[in-house]
Each structure stands twice: as structure tokens, then as C-alpha cells.
């Protein structure tokens, strides 16, 4: 849990400031025509502008560089189900980093419904005002449905960063780590222990980078296409291009043999004695947060080679940091309507990037969230995929 002073930092923070973020003009109001310019009469001019070609609106309003941080506080980080009002801090936070990272301006939306039309027909709505909308803290199977209508029905860039942005940062670290392990992507055997948005999400984007030995794990044991007619839908389709040798089993026994193990699940999920089992020198990425499948001190004694988690105070943190902000400043640069698979695979590729050959260590597959550049670097690399 978080430490008691952490706790009380961030309720005194909250109280001094009324949250995070606030509303700055980029123009000055200082006298009268100053204000008949920012507003009527002179605003018309701009209105009527944008109403004869539509496409100007990326040009003269804020549209260009702000995103939508959009959720129904289904599933928060740590705290589940807990509603719209106390989602909003998280949201606040989310766009702070927007902010801080990137330079993009993000408006934090709560919804008080968690009807999956409801919220596909409100995003719709207010989806003019942005560049590009982020989802967060949607709970599965809902969050599935929302995000591939949202895709097919809005002309701008729709990302669920529960999914895709965990996806993308755990490929960059896993291109680094195979990299020590001087094995491919057609070699690694991956087990992924969670079968949730994020977990999903990961398979997929290793099965389109090139990774083939895939088995994914849920609370019932390894899913199989031997069980099809057990699995919902969501787990069926997935059955379908993993586990090709349809091993039944927990845990313990899709590890046997596995070269990287993959926790978006819960505490202590990960035995010790189980790391034992898996291939010479192992990669364990335990990202259950704040605590994790194994710890990282526990893991390396048990024979890991290379362990991240999603902590700070740990190396080799996994940290969505280090894709969403790059992604959407390469999306919104590009003027891109979506954000494709070739786009996520670029943004890995990109993060992997920014550590040299010579620096490459099994503490240190990932780059931490304050080094330099990292947001410019992805960007360059998503709008090079936009580009294709």
C-alpha cells in the first residue's frame, strides 16, 4: 500500500492547490479590443472560417493539441469500482502528465454511467472538441467493446492506455531484455499471467511484433482452444493463436520451460520456486501494482536474470509514462485519425532505442521516466509509422 506520508503529501496537496490542473488563456484580455478580438465581434470571424472548411478547426482553436483523459471509475489502479468523482484525481493526474511530458493539453472527463453505450454516445459527442481521446480505468470485457466502436465511429486517434499503453512499454523492455539474453523473437518462450484488458492487449502486441511461443494464463489456468466452449468470448479469440500445443494447467506448469514471464495480475502470484523451473537465465516482469507478483530481491534470489515491476524504487520500472505522452504528441504532430498497431510497435521500438547497446544491463532495459527525450523519441517514431 502506499506509505502513510505519501498518503498524506498528496490529500495536503490536493487541498492546497483544489487539484491539479487549470485553465491559462494563451492571449491577453486586458481592454476592450483586446477582448472584441479574443471574442465577439471578432471571434466570428474565425467561427465562420472554420464552418466553410471544418479541417481549419486543427489550425485556429486548441483542438490541434488536446486530448480527452476520459473514464467511468470502474477500474482504478489499486482501488477497482470506486465511481466517477473518485476517479477524478487520477484523471487530473493523467493530464498532468500529458502536460509535463509532451506539452499537450488534456481535459480529465468522468462519467456517471458505466453503460457501454452511454459512454460510446457521450465520447462521440464531445469528440469535435479534441485531438485525440484517452481511456482509462474501464473495466473488461466493457472497455473492449467501447474502445473498438469509439475507433470505428470517431475520426480521431482512440486509445485505451490501460491496454495499449502497458503493451507498449513491457515490448520495449522485452526487445531490450531478449537482447541479453541473445535469443529472438521467434525463440522466447512468454508466459503473460493475466487475462484482463491488459493482459490481452500485451498478447496481441507481441503476436504482431513477431513473438510466436505465447501462453496466457487467467485465474482458472492456462487458456486453451481445448476449452472453448468454457471461455468467454474475448478469452476464445485468444485461445485461438496462443498455446498452440493446448497445454492445460496453472500456472506453474505454462512456466515450466518458459524464458519470460509476464504478471498483470495480483500479489505474490509468482511462487519462487516456479523461476526455478523456467529457462537459464529468466526475465520476470511483475507489474501487479503496488505490490507486485514477486519481489524483485525474491525473484533474483530464486534465479531471475533480468526483473522490472511497475515501482519507482525498483530498477527497470515499467511505467506507462514512457509511451502515452510521445504517442499521442506523434498522433496529433501527424494528424492521424487512429492509432494503429505499426504505430505501438514504432513507440517500443523507439523506447528500446534510447538505451545504447554499451548501457544495456540486466538492471537497466528501460529508461527511466525522467531521462531526456523520450517523449520526442517516440513521437518521431509514431509519426514515421503514420507516415508509411
Not at 490481452?200 to 511461443?213: D, E, V, W
Amino acid at each position: 500500500m502506499m506509505s502513510k506520508d505519501l498518503k498524506t503529501l498528496a490529500l495536503e496537496q490536493a487541498k492546497e492547490y483544489g487539484g491539479k490542473l487549470s485553465v491559462v488563456p494563451k492571449v491577453e484580455i486586458n481592454n476592450a479590443h483586446e477582448l472584441s478580438v479574443a471574442y465577439t465581434p471578432g471571434v466570428a470571424a474565425v467561427s465562420s472560417a472554420i464552418a466553410e472548411k471544418p479541417e481549419l478547426a486543427y489550425e485556429l482553436t486548441t483542438k490541434k493539441n488536446t486530448v480527452a483523459v476520459i473514464s467511468d471509475g470502474s477500474a482504478v489502479l489499486g482501488l477497482g469500482n470506486i465511481g466517477p468523482e473518485a476517479a477524478m484525481p487520477v484523471m487530473e493526474g493523467k493530464a498532468a502528465l500529458f502536460k509535463r511530458f509532451a506539452d499537450i493539453d488534456s481535459i480529465p472527463i468522468v462519467l456517471d454511467t458505466q453503460d457501454t453505450e452511454a459512454i460510446i454516445a457521450t465520447v462521440k459527442a464531445i469528440a469535435p472538441t479534441f485531438g485525440g481521446i484517452n481511456l482509462e480505468d474501464i473495466s473488461a470485457p466493457r472497455c473492449f467493446e467501447i474502445e473498438r466502436r469509439l475507433i470505428e465511429e470517431c475520426s480521431i486517434p482512440v486509445f485505451h492506455d490501460d491496454q495499449h499503453g502497458t503493451a507498449i512499454v513491457v515490448l520495449a523492455a522485452l526487445y531490450n531484455a531478449i537482447k541479453l539474453i541473445n535469443k529472438t523473437e521467434d525463440q522466447v518462450k512468454i508466459v503473460i499471467n493475466g487475462g484482463g484488458s491488459a493482459g490481452l492487449s500485451i498478447c496481441r502486441l507481441f503476436l504482431a511484433a513477431g513473438f510466436q511461443h505465447i501462453k496466457v494464463v487467467d485465474r482458472f489456468g492456462i487458456i486453451s482452444a481445448s476449452q472453448s466452449e468454457q471461455l468467454q468470448a474475448h478469452h476464445a479469440e485468444i485461445a485461438k493463436v496462443t498455446n498452440l500445443e493446448q497445454q492445460e494447467g496453472q500456472l506453474a506448469d505454462a512456466l515450466i520451460g518458459a524464458d519470460v514471464f509476464v504478471g498483470v495480475s495480483a500479489p505474490g502470484a509468482l511462487k519462487p520456486e516456479w523461476i526455478a523451473n523456467m529457462n537459464e537465465k529468466p526475465i520476470i516482469f511483475a507489474m501487479a501494482n503496488p505490490t507486485p507478483e514477486i519481489y524483485p530481491d525474491e525473484a533474483l534470489t530464486a534465479g531471475a536474470y533480468i526483473v522490472g515491476t511497475g515501482r519507482s524504487d525498483f530498477p527497470n520500472q515499467i511505467n506507462n509514462v514512457l509511451a502515452f505522452p510521445g504517442i499521442f504528441r506523434g498522433a496529433l504532430d501527424a494528424r492521424a485519425t487512429s492509432i494503429t498497431t505499426s504505430m505501438k510497435i514504432a513507440a517500443a521500438q523507439g523506447i528500446a532505442s534510447l538505451i545504447p547497446a554499451e548501457k544495456l544491463a540486466p538492471d537497466y532495459i528501460i529508461p527511466g521516466a525522467f531521462e531526456d527525450g523520450i517523449a520526442q523519441v517516440v513521437a518521431k517514431a509514431v509519426m514515421q509509422a503514420v507516415e508509411k
